[in-house]
């Protein structure tokens, strides 16, 4: 047995549980292909703040639903309680924080340039946890980082980069803004030990009071249409929700993660594909070569990393 797969008379033949593995992450990329065309869409019934609120209430039921089984509440009860105040407080940063910007940054971006500049999440994420954690960037990093943001640029000037005329800058630098929280999120917690699920709830159990009382602050709204309830749900179920458990479920299936990581790469075409025939976005030529670009570059890294 080599890397989850089984050598019969000469011939590499994919396990049973490797293809579960691929058949969760496939599943999971699948769901993330549709969450910029949910954003969008939920956007035109809800500000950010109801949105963000909603969905993360849907997906605390989610969570607490997961939590009933045996093994995900033995593993609640086994989390200590300082680690339980640390998962706590997290919530105020994702989702809380990271979701607001996210959303404000959809809320002003046609959806192809806030997806494909959130995709670049991952050169951010390198950036910022070599020196955290007392790591070297190295010439090779940088460069691949360099490719990454040329394309940011590109799309952030809408192909015009002669001009450097930038259409929206307010929206694109909270794109940026939305990968830096997210990044400093998963620095943060990268040296935890909490069970995956267990420190979701707990940062959406965290969140949910905040939110409560900015959505209170600004007069108590709720969405008024059946359309921005059908949105909150959608993105709470499923960006915040399902795809994370069967993410999860793959990368624990899998006797190479690299080889399921790299199933990511999928999503940013399949999105796009679906802001044209859902949200009607026409797909312009700028985004597809920025999004080349920043994909380019985080195939680079993922390379290197190898």
């Known amino acids: 047995m080599v890397r989850g797969y089984a050598n019969i008379d000469g011939l590499n033949v994919m396990t049973a549980n490797e293809r579960r593995a691929l058949a969760l992450g496939l599943s999971a990329v699948m769901l993330w292909s549709t969450v910029a065309t949910a954003f969008s869409i939920s956007l035109r019934y809800l500000t950010p703040l109801q949105l963000v609120t909603l969905a993360s209430a849907v997906s605390w039921c989610f969570l607490s639903l997961r939590l009933v089984q045996p093994g995900r509440r033995q593993a609640l009860r086994a989390t200590d309680s300082r680690d339980r105040l640390f998962g706590l407080a997290m919530g105020w940063i994702n989702p809380a924080l990271y979701y607001l910007v996210l959303f404000a940054a959809y809320d002003r971006l046609p959806a192809q340039e806030a997806m494909a500049i959130n995709y670049s999440w991952g050169i951010t994420l390198a950036l910022i946890a070599a020196p955290i954690l007392g790591q070297k960037l190295s010439l090779y990093a940088l460069l691949t980082s360099g490719i990454s943001y040329f394309g940011i640029l590109i799309i952030a000037t809408r192909g015009e980069l002669a001009a450097l005329n930038f259409a929206q800058p307010e929206g694109v630098a909270l794109a940026l803004l939305s990968t830096i929280i997210w990044s400093l999120y998963w620095v ?4 935890k030990t909490i069970d995956p699920e267990v420190q979701l709830f707990l940062n959406f159990s965290g969140a949910l009071p905040l939110l409560f009382v900015m959505v209170w602050y600004q007069g108590g709204s709720i ?46 075409p399949a999105s796009l594909l679906l802001i044209w025939l859902i949200a009607g976005e026409p797909l312009r030529p700028y985004t597809l070569v920025g999004l080349a670009m920043i994909l380019l570059g985080l195939w680079l890294q993922r390379r290197a990393d190898r």
């Open 188 to 191: 943060i917690n990268a040296r």
């Open 223 to 268: 969405p008024a249409s059946w359309q921005g309830w059908l949105g909150g749900l959608y993105v709470g179920f499923f960006e915040m929700g399902i795809a994370f458990v069967l993410w999860m479920g793959a990368m624990q299936a899998t006797q190479s993660a690299i080889r399921i990581s790299s199933l990511i790469f999928l999503s940013p």
